[in-house]
Each structure stands twice: as C-alpha cells, then as structure tokens.
C-alpha cells in the first residue's frame, strides 16, 4: 500500500498527529465560550456540538469506505482542507445559524479525518508484521496527541491572557491563528504523506486473529463495497459489536469535560473571558497529563492486557466526569478534570488497539469510521439532553448524570475480553508495536 518502511511511516504518522492536533488545542477552551460570548443560550451552544454529531453519523461510512477503497491520502487531503473552512467560518460567526454551519463543516472534516491516517500506518506495519498489536504505537501518537494539545492550549490561554488584537473579543484570536495553522496541515498531508495503491493486493489480507468470521472479498473495490463489507463484518463479529457498543456510553462523558466544564468553570468564576483564560492553561495541563496516560496505558496493556486496561481506564474515566460534577470550587474542579481527562488519554489507545485486532486492510478504515459514527451519534444526543438538564436543574447534575451513563459502557468490553483470554491460549504472546 505504500513504498515507505514502517519506521518512516511512524515518523510520519506521528509529525502529522502534531500538525493536526496543535491547532485544535487552540481553540478546545473556547470552542464552548465563543458561541456563548456572541449571545447564543447554553442549550443552543450544545445543540452546535449535536450538529457536528449528526454531519459525522451520515458521512462516517461513506467516508471510511472511500478511503479503504480509493486510497487514505485523498480523504486526508480533503479532510485537512474542510478543516480550514470550518474553522474560518467558525471564527467569524455571530448567530446560531452561522456557527451551525460552522458545526455541519467541523463534522465533514471530522468524518473524514477519522480514520484513514491511522489505518494507513496499522496496514504498513501489518505489511511486515501480520497480525501485530499496535497499541505502542498508539500510545506514542496519544502522547504527541495530548503533547500537541497541551502546548496550543498554553499559547491559547496566553493569547488570552494577552489579548493583543483589542479591535477582537479575546476568545476569537484562537481561533483566527487555528485556521491559518490548519492550512499549514493541509500543505504537510499534501507533502508528506506517500500512497501506493498498487500494492494494496500484495498485503496480508487476512488480518488479525478475530472472533467472527471474515469477510470474504480479498480487496474491496468501492466505497459502497467497503460499506457493506463493514456492516457484514459487525453482524458476524460481536466483538465488534461490543466494542462500537462502548462509544454510545463513553460519548456522555466526554460531554462533561469537554463541552460542561467550561461552563462549570464560567460559573464559578463569573466571566466567559477569564474561565477561557483559565481553561487555556488547564487544558494544556489535562493534555499533558492525557499524553502521560496515554503512555501508561501501552506499559500497562504488556502487564495486565489490553482489554483489562481499557476496561478499568473507562469505568475511572467515567468516576472522574461525576467527580467533576460534585466539587466545589473552581480549583477542585481543575484538579477533577486533569485527573479525569488522563484518564481519557490512558482510554484511546487500547481501545483502538482492540478494534485494529477486529479488522483488516480491506476494512480497517470502515471499521474505525463505524466507531467514530457510534461515538458522535451518542454525542449529538447527548449534547443537547445535558445541556438541557443544565438549564432545568444545574450544570452539576447534568455532570454526574453523563459520567454515571458513561460508566455502564464498561459491560461492552466482556467479549473483547474474552477474546483477548482464547487469543492469548492459543498464541501465547502477542507481537506488538
């Protein structure tokens, strides 16, 4: 699938993950307050991040099956150059109905970022190493992911802090810098990334050991193809199921400390300005921290398995979103989410781990898109109801109420983790990357 040794093929993988996660720490303080700044109700703000749900549930599929069937470079290109135009519209928007747009194009470029970067790595190393776990890897990359963050949340906070453009509310100049930063990750796919679709019959196509049945098509020849190649997939595997499962319950959390805490934040301090200033330096810390646990999570799954750690990683992902919603003060509060957000970190890397060994080439960006649709369609519903118990009741409440939710998607994990128990019985030790 492409002429790049997989030691080149990380390095890549990883300088790109820097690129396209730098600019979103810009903004992951203010994407919440902007909307609220620029006179929208808290129920309409949330109902922005159920739009972008929405956008990504109906094009997650198409997506993916296009980049499994007509290469991942094209789909990156495109995602990169969506991102650029949501931002900038996002950046200038002044009423509901243009951050609705703003919302409707972050979904497009969300849809269809997900997935084909990393199925594009997990295929050349699985090109030399067949059936290889990767969750090294990925703990690496959700380490540069949370590094990334972490530092364009600093440079966000202080620009906050700073305020230099006065003619500018302080939560736009984020944004402004995130989409002229964007057009630089749109020039690094463009360069950097190296696709040979020629080689995509010479690859190991069985994949990894699974526990349902696969699918019969060596290689898939259209997207609609790979559509129904995935849905076929998800119907004989139930572990697959099981694992898709896990993203309608842990999408409630993700609610309380993205979109929830800094309102919470703002609550407590009295001012949309000073809780992004804030939640810039908090969030840098909690990307830090979410790198840490990221790393973590790859030293832990070699002791205690995978399944295990991203079992026991989302129920106190889940523990940490209630505890958010029952301190006082916004100091105890900071110190909830930077514990609840490494948590998250240590979360995504053995999950995805888990969900490369229910796939193979043919499908590995299908099966990572069907993913991302469960997950924001639990995040487009989630998103208004919270907010909605927000305003009926308190912010507090609808914290505990979508960590309490996100805690039960632990039960999804069981037969991941029973395959985890026959697989390592029958193969011993498992190479991993």
């Known amino acids: ?37 620029r006179g929208l109700s808290i129920t309409q703000t949330l109902t922005l991040a159920s739009i972008t749900g929405l956008v990504v549930f109906a094009l997650e599929l198409p997506t993916g099956g296009t980049a499994d069937a007509l290469g991942r470079k094209p789909v990156l290109v495109a995602a990169a150059a969506a991102q650029v135009l949501a931002a900038t519209v996002f950046a200038v928007a002044q009423g509901f109905w243009a951050f609705a747009v703003a919302a409707a194009l972050t979904g497009l470029f969300r ?40 530092l364009g949340a600093l440079v966000s906070g202080g620009l906050m802090w700073w305020h230099p453009v006065t003619a500018w509310n302080a939560l736009t100049l984020p944004y402004a810098l995130y989409a002229a930063l ?62 898709l499962a896990v993203e309608l319950f842990w999408s409630a959390g993700m609610v309380v400390f993205e979109q929830l805490m800094p309102i919470r934040l703002a609550d407590m301090l009295g001012s949309g300005e000073r809780s992004g200033a804030v939640m810039g330096v908090a969030a840098s810390v909690g990307w830090g ?31 940490g979103a209630v505890w958010m919603g029952l301190v006082a003060g916004p100091v105890a509060l900071v110190v909830a989410y930077l514990v609840t957000y490494g948590l998250h970190g240590a979360s995504g890397p053995v999950y995805q781990a888990l969900l490369h060994r229910q796939a193979a080439p043919r499908n590995r960006s299908t099966v ?43 039960l999804c994990f069981l037969p991941a983790l029973r395959a985890e128990r026959e697989r390592v019985a029958a193969s011993g030790v498992v190479a991993s990357v």
């Open 1 to 37: 699938m492409t002429t790049m040794t997989p030691a080149a093929a990380r390095r890549v993988f990883l300088l790109l993950t820097a690129t396209r996660w730098f600019p979103v720490g810009l903004v992951v303080a203010v994407t919440t307050l902007l909307p609220l700044e």
């Open 182 to 243: 964007a057009v630089v990750h749109l020039v690094m796919v463009s360069v950097l990334l190296k696709e040979d679709r020629g080689h995509t019959s010479a690859l190991d196509v069985s994949g990894p050991v699974v526990s349902g049945p696969v699918v019969s098509s060596p290689v898939v020849s259209s997207p609609v193809a790979a559509i129904v190649d995935g849905f076929r997939l998800v119907r004989a595997d139930r572990v697959l199921l099981g694992l």
């Open 111 to 150: 849809a269809l970022d997900s997935g084909p970067m990393e199925a594009w790595f997990v295929d050349t190393v699985h090109a030399s190493a067949p059936g290889a776990d990767v969750d090294r890897t990925l703990s690496r990359q959700g380490g540069v992911l949370g590094a990334s963050i972490a």
């Open 289 to 319: 921290v979410f790198a840490l646990g990221a790393s973590l999570a790859g030293l832990s799954a070699r002791r205690f398995g995978v399944a295990r750690v991203a079992m026991a990683a989302r129920v106190l992902n889940g523990l």
């Open 368 to 410: 990572l898109s069907m993913a991302s649709m469960a997950g924001f369609a639990s995040f487009a519903l989630a998103s208004p109801l919270l907010g909605r118990v927000s305003e009926l009741f308190s912010t507090p409440a609808a914290m505990v109420t979508g960590g309490a939710f996100s805690i039960v998607g632990v």
